[in-house]
């Protein structure tokens, strides 16, 4: 998708790959940019807003783990800035101590943003259609043990951003679903991993994670957004130290239908 003049709604704005992808959008263009997170980054926004006067930059305030709170927050930015073109879901916690949390956040959050925004976007409906990408992990492509709870949320992300890329979907919404699985990336997310381990006694694990290597969160922002101009729906990209690698999926299963 060109991306210049489009309005954008991204959840999670201020984490450590959001205020990345934040300035990606904006050194593309967008006309809008509506970041939606629990708690307002006054000098991120002011940052921004300063660099790019031509954009309208708003903050909504939002806790994920609540649904009247995703659906005022997608009410407020539609009286903001009138449609929105592109959903990026990028908020994210990972504390294997934190179970219901960690759900409600990485995936139960997703999806209810996912089935909020549709309506307003629903191309059957009056809406333009757009782009929904959803932040996975490497977590959600391979079983991660030091963190399953947190793996075992971002395979949901996977499967459940896969499922709704179905073309049957697409057709009826035209809307285009991304998946984004970052790897290890220099941000709060990952520090002390060893405190945010599934189980006490498997902390060296988590100490072991915290030495392999890593990428910064500007080099993961640039491919993300990259992909948000050039990925295809249903692609499942992992971004891992700088690279930018397309996955692929073997059919497990399908269904016998009778003649
Ligand atoms: N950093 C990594 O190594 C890494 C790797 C793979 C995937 N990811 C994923 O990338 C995304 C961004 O992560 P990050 O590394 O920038 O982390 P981060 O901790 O810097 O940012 C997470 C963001 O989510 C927001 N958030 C958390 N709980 C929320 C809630 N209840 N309601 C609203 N917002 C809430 C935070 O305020 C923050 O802005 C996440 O989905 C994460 O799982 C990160």
Not at 7 to 36: A, D, H, M, P, T
Not at 130 to 136: A, D, F, V, Y
Not at 178 to 194: E, K, R, Y
Request: charged residues 20%; proline residues 4%; negative net charge.
């Amino acid at each position: 998708m060109d991306l210049t003049g489009k309005n954008v709604i991204y959840e999670g704005g201020f984490g450590g790959i959001g205020q990345c992808c934040l300035r990606e959008f904006l050194e593309r263009g967008v006309k809008s940019l509506v970041i939606f997170d629990l708690q307002e980054n006054a000098n991120i926004l002011q940052e921004l807003t300063s660099s790019y006067p031509e954009a309208q930059i708003y903050f909504v305030p939002f806790d994920i783990t609540d649904k009247n709170s995703i659906t005022e927050a997608f009410k407020k930015a539609v009286e903001k800035i009138g449609h929105f073109d592109v959903l990026v879901n990028g908020c994210g916690l990972m504390d294997d101590t934190k179970v219901e949390l960690m759900i409600n956040i990485n995936l139960m959050g997703l999806i209810h943003s996912t089935l909020t925004a549709l309506p307003y976007m629903d191309k059957s409906n009056g809406g333009r259609g757009g782009l929904i990408i959803n932040i996975s992990s490497v977590a959600g492509l391979e079983p991660t043990a030091v963190v399953a709870v947190y793996s075992a949320a971002k395979h949901g992300v996977t499967a459940f951003t896969r499922a709704m890329a179905s073309p049957h979907y697409y057709k009826h919404f035209g809307v285009s679903f991304i998946t984004i699985c970052p790897g290890i990336t220099d941000t709060n997310l990952v520090a002390n991993p060893h405190e945010k381990a599934t189980f006490k006694f498997a902390e060296a694990l988590g100490a072991r994670l915290a030495t392999a290597e890593r990428q910064s969160p500007e080099v993961c922002a640039q491919n993300l957004v990259k992909l948000a101009e050039t990925g295809k729906n249903g692609g499942v990209y992992m971004l891992d130290l700088g690279e930018i690698k397309e996955m692929t999926f073997p059919t497990m299963w399908a269904p016998l239908f009778n003649p």
